[in-house]
Nanobody
Framework: VQLQASGGGLVQAGGSLRLSCEAS????????MGWFRQAPGKEREFVAA???????????DYTDSVKGRFTISRDNAKNTMYLQMNNLKPEDTAVYYC????????????????????WGQGTLVTVSS
């Protein structure tokens, strides 16, 4: 599966952005999905994940710093995953990457980079203070 991330840009602190990750090549309804980010000079880190719970239902998980501000979702009909980011802070500035994992286990959200098979190219989010 190929992943294409988009939606990044420059926004002021307190603003919102919605990132999209479009999948092509295969139907991705059975894949676990995730968002990661990498700030300048730092390692790539987990942001949010969708775990598969069967019959096109999913569970979600977030890193603590984005809980209550970010929402991960997906639209299987459009083969697209989203990350709605509200109340953005300068420390959210990073390149955001989407990722997919095939054959996921039920009720598991994957938070490690090496647990994902496929990666998008990244989209830059810059939050000014």
């Amino acid at each position: 599966v190929q992943l294409q991330a988009s939606g990044g840009g420059l926004v002021q602190a307190g603003g919102s952005l919605r990132l999209s990750c479009e999948a092509s090549g295969r139907t991705f309804s059975g894949y676990a999905m995730g968002w990661f980010r990498q700030a300048p000079g730092k390692e790539r880190e987990f942001v949010a994940a969708l775990g598969w719970s069967g019959y096109s239902t999913y569970i979600t998980d977030y890193t603590d710093s984005v809980k209550g501000r970010f929402t991960i979702s997906r639209d299987n009909a459009k083969n697209t995953m989203y990350l709605q980011m509200n109340n953005l802070k300068p420390e959210d500035t990073a390149v955001y990457y989407c990722a997919a994992r095939s054959a996921p286990r039920y009720y598991v959200t994957y938070k490690s980079i090496n647990e994902y098979n496929y990666w998008g190219q990244g989209t830059l989010v810059t939050v000014s203070s």
